[in-house]
C-alpha cells in the first residue's frame, strides 16, 4: 500500500512549502505525527474531526490519528454549533490554535499537541482502516460516508498512473480547493506524497495569489467556481496541468484557465462514496468522459449513471443523470434529486431549507441555484413567521432583517450554502397537488434577472 511504502526509508526530501519560502521534510511531518499521535492518545480521543485548512497541519492530524488507531473525520460544511452539538457524531475536534475558540471548550490545537512528550512510532497501517467525510444528504442532515485507506491508496494510484508523465515535469502541486473535500484531500495530501513532489501549504483562494507566490510548473487543483472568476486579462504561472473538479465546466471558464495557468484543463468526474470514476481533457465542448481504469459505467433504468467500482467489486448506482455509450465512454447530464455543485461542493438544497427553517423568524424556505454575472450562488425565497413578521415591521429595514438573518445561518452554514439573494413572500404559489410548481422558485428569480 503507497502509505506504508512512502515511510519504509527515512528521508530529508520536501513534502510542504509554507510562508516565506518555509518547507517540511518528510522526516519532520513523520516525527511531528507520531509525537500528535501520542498527545491523543493520552487525552483518550476516539474519534477526532479535522477543521484545518493548512495542508500540513491537516496531514498531520489525519496521520496522527491513523497512526493511534484513532477514526478521523473530515467534517464537510458542517458549522461551528453543530459540530459541538452533536459530538457523538463529529467527536473531539482537532484545529489551529487561533480557531480554537470557535469551537467551544474540549477543542483540542494540533500546534499545541504536537510539543507532547513521547511519541508513538510509525507502524505499517492496515488497509482496513477507516475515515469518515460529511457530505450534504438529500434529508437536510448531514451524510456520513466511510472509505478504507485501501480504497484511497487504490484511487492515488489510479490517478497517478493518468499523470505519471505530467508529474514528471511538476515541480509543486498548489490548490485553490480545501482538504475537507475529498478532491482537496487527495490531491493536496495523499497524491503529492505518494509521487514525491511538496505541495503549498496555504489555499490560493484567487488568482492574485498565483501572482503573488511563484512557482515554476505548478500542478493547480481547482473547481470551477474559481476558474470562471478568473480575469481575462490576467497571466499567472504556468502550470504543468491543471485538474479541476465539482461541476461541468463550461466553455468560457476553460477558455479562462488555459489562457491564466497557459495549460490544458482536465476535468476529473467523481463521488465522495466512490472517489475519482472519470477524466476528460477539455479540447472540445462536447468532450465525453472516460473512466479510469478497472471502472465500468451503465446505465441503470431511470437513466441514472452506475459504475461497477475496481474497489469493492460492486454496482453503484450514482445521483447523476447521463448516457454510458458502447465504447465504454460517458456522458454527464445533471444531478438527479436536489443536489447542486457549487464552489466545488455539492449541496443539498434540502438541507440548505431545513437549516433556513430553523430560524424561529421564518416559517418555510425555498431555495435554488442562481447566477450573477459569471458566478454562482444560493437564492431563496422565504416566508416569515408571525413573529419574524413583527421584527420586521418593528425594524422598517428588510436588509438589515435579511443581513441578521444570514449572520444567524452562518453559526450552521457554510459561507457557499448562505442565500445571496433573498425574497420575502407572503407565502409560497402551490400546484393542484398543494405542491410548489415545477421550476419555481428557480422562475421567480429568473423574472427578477437572475
Not at 46 to 67: E, M, T
Not at 150 to 157: P, Q
Not at 252 to 263: I, N, P, Q, T, W
Not at 356 to 382: E, L
Amino acid at each position: 500500500m503507497l502509505i506504508n511504502e512512502l515511510f519504509e526509508v527515512e528521508s530529508d526530501a520536501v513534502v510542504f512549502y509554507g510562508e516565506n519560502d518555509s518547507r517540511v521534510s518528510l522526516h519532520d511531518f513523520q516525527a511531528a505525527s507520531e509525537i500528535v499521535a501520542w498527545s491523543l492518545r493520552e487525552k483518550g480521543v476516539r474519534r477526532a474531526s479535522i477543521v484545518i485548512d493548512d495542508a500540513c497541519w491537516f496531514a498531520i492530524a489525519l496521520l496522527a490519528c491513523w497512526i493511534a488507531g484513532i477514526e478521523p473525520v473530515v467534517p464537510g460544511l458542517a458549522g461551528p454549533q453543530l459540530m459541538t452539538r452533536e459530538k457523538a457524531r463529529y467527536g473531539t475536534i482537532l484545529a489551529r490554535s487561533q480557531r480554537k475558540f470557535r469551537y467551544g471548550p474540549g477543542t483540542l490545537a494540533i500546534d499545541e499537541l504536537v510539543r507532547g512528550s513521547g511519541r508513538i512510532p510509525f507502524h505499517h497501517l492496515d488497509e482496513k482502516l477507516e475515515y469518515s467525510v460529511f457530505t450534504s444528504g438529500s434529508t437536510g442532515e448531514p451524510k456520513e460516508i466511510r472509505r478504507s485507506l485501501g480504497e484511497v491508496c487504490a484511487e492515488a494510484s489510479a490517478i497517478i498512473s493518468h499523470f505519471r508523465y505530467v508529474f514528471d515535469q511538476t515541480d509543486c502541486f498548489a490548490s485553490t480547493v480545501p482538504c475537507r473535500h475529498s478532491f482537496g484531500l487527495m490531491f493536496r495530501v495523499l497524491i503529492p506524497m505518494f509521487v514525491g513532489l511538496p505541495t503549498c501549504r496555504q489555499i490560493f483562494r484567487s488568482e492574485e495569489n498565483f501572482l503573488y507566490k511563484k512557482y515554476d510548473s505548478p500542478f493547480v487543483v481547482t473547481s470551477p467556481s474559481f476558474l470562471k472568476r478568473l480575469s481575462d486579462s490576467a497571466r499567472g504561472p504556468r502550470a504543468s496541468g491543471v485538474v479541476s473538479s465539482g461541476g461541468s465546466l463550461p466553455r468560457y471558464a476553460v477558455d479562462l484557465g488555459e489562457k491564466f495557468f497557459s495549460c490544458p484543463i482536465t476535468e476529473i468526474y467523481g463521488t465522495t462514496e466512490y472517489g475519482a470514476i472519470g477524466i476528460r481533457e477539455r479540447k472540445e465542448s462536447n468532450a465525453v468522459w472516460r473512466p479510469f481504469a478497472g471502472f465500468s459505467v451503465s446505465n441503470s433504468d431511470d437513466r441514472r449513471l452506475q459504475v461497477l467500482s475496481p474497489y469493492d467489486g460492486k454496482v453503484h448506482v450514482l445521483d447523476d443523470l447521463g448516457n454510458a455509450n458502447p465504447d465504454g465512454t460517458f456522458e454527464f447530464s445533471g444531478r438527479s434529486g436536489r443536489i447542486v455543485k457549487l464552489e466545488g461542493s455539492a449541496l443539498s438544497l434540502d438541507r440548505i431549507e431545513y437549516l433556513i427553517r430553523k430560524d424561529d423568524f421564518i416559517c418555510d424556505a425555498a431555495a435554488c441555484p442562481i447566477t450573477i454575472g459569471n458566478r454562482d450562488y444560493i437564492g431563496a425565497a422565504i416566508v416569515l413567521s408571525e413573529r419574524g413578521s413583527d421584527v420586521l415591521r418593528a425594524s422598517g429595514s428588510e436588509s438589515m432583517f435579511l443581513l441578521n438573518l444570514r449572520k444567524r445561518l452562518s453559526a450552521a452554514m457554510d459561507p457557499v450554502e448562505i442565500p445571496r439573494v433573498v425574497r420575502i413572500m407572503g407565502g409560497f404559489p402551490e400546484d393542484p397537488m398543494g405542491k410548489l410548481p415545477e421550476g419555481w422558485p428557480g422562475s421567480l428569480f429568473r423574472s427578477i434577472g437572475y
